[in-house]
């Protein structure tokens, strides 16, 4: 079955430091692979996909994520967080052998940078 | 939220209330979703559509129901039926059904009086 884990609820960063959010998926074909982030009461926007080739993706704002084929991984990553970076992040995934092209979607991980 | 609109903002329904939400994409997409978000919880697909005069039941369809008249607008109708409606709707467009990237609207917040 295809499942996408976000394994923290939470991530808290000092504004500067570098911040991973994580992310790895399940899927019996080749997976095409989403970040989205949320403002409080948004819409989701869309931040970057992996779709082929370089596995080093880069983004949106300055963020960047890493398709990792043998730990089954995308982790969103930003060298230095600024506090506006905070807001909810939500990984996606979709099974290139799923004929109805769905999009499976991970529980959400808050991010929170502090001054 | 790109050129996809959602309205009301919020919505009140009363018990054994139907009540619509409205969408509207002017970006020529195809396909068109439906999405319910709850805390702690990843969207989850309550309908879609390929093409006008076309819909399909995603995994949370009972209680709801839309229709697909035209190209722009995808409306939802949260039905009586519908027992604990309380979340927020999320509406979203792709080029076509195929296409990789969705693009979401702003939201609805639907609450129960």
């Known amino acids: 079955a295809q499942s996408v884990a976000q394994p923290e609820d939470q991530v808290n960063v000092a504004e500067g430091n570098p911040l991973t959010v994580k992310c790895t998926y399940s899927v019996s074909g080749n997976p095409y692979l989403f970040w989205y982030v949320q403002y409080p009461n948004r819409g989701l926007q869309f931040l970057l996909k992996y779709i082929t080739g370089d596995n080093l993706v880069k983004g949106s704002y300055g963020f960047e994520a890493e398709f990792n084929k043998s730990q089954t991984s995308f982790h969103l990553k930003k060298p230095s967080a600024l506090v506006s970076d905070s807001a909810l992040y939500f990984c996606?995934?979709?099974?290139?052998?799923?004929?109805?092209?769905?999009?499976?979607w991970g529980a959400g991980t808050k991010l929170i940078i502090k001054p | 939220d790109g050129g996809i609109t959602q309205s009301p903002k919020y919505l009140f329904r009363k018990e054994g209330q139907n009540v619509t939400l409205s969408c509207e994409q002017n970006l020529n997409h195809d396909a068109m979703y439906w999405y319910r978000q709850d805390p702690g919880q990843g969207l989850r697909l309550i309908y879609y559509?390929?093409?006008?005069?076309?819909?399909q039941k995603g995994d949370i369809a009972e209680g709801y129901s839309v229709s697909r008249e035209k190209k722009e607008s995808f409306p939802l109708t949260v039905t009586s039926a519908q027992k604990n409606p309380t979340a927020f709707y999320l509406c979203?467009?792709?080029?076509?059904?195929?296409?990789?990237?969705?693009?979401f609207g702003p939201g609805t917040r639907l609450l129960v009086l």
């Open positions: 996606a995934v979709r099974d290139l052998r799923d004929s109805n092209y769905q999009l499976i």
């Open positions: 559509s390929q093409i006008v005069n076309d819909f």
């Open positions: 979203a467009s792709s080029q076509t059904r195929a296409a990789e990237t969705q693009y």
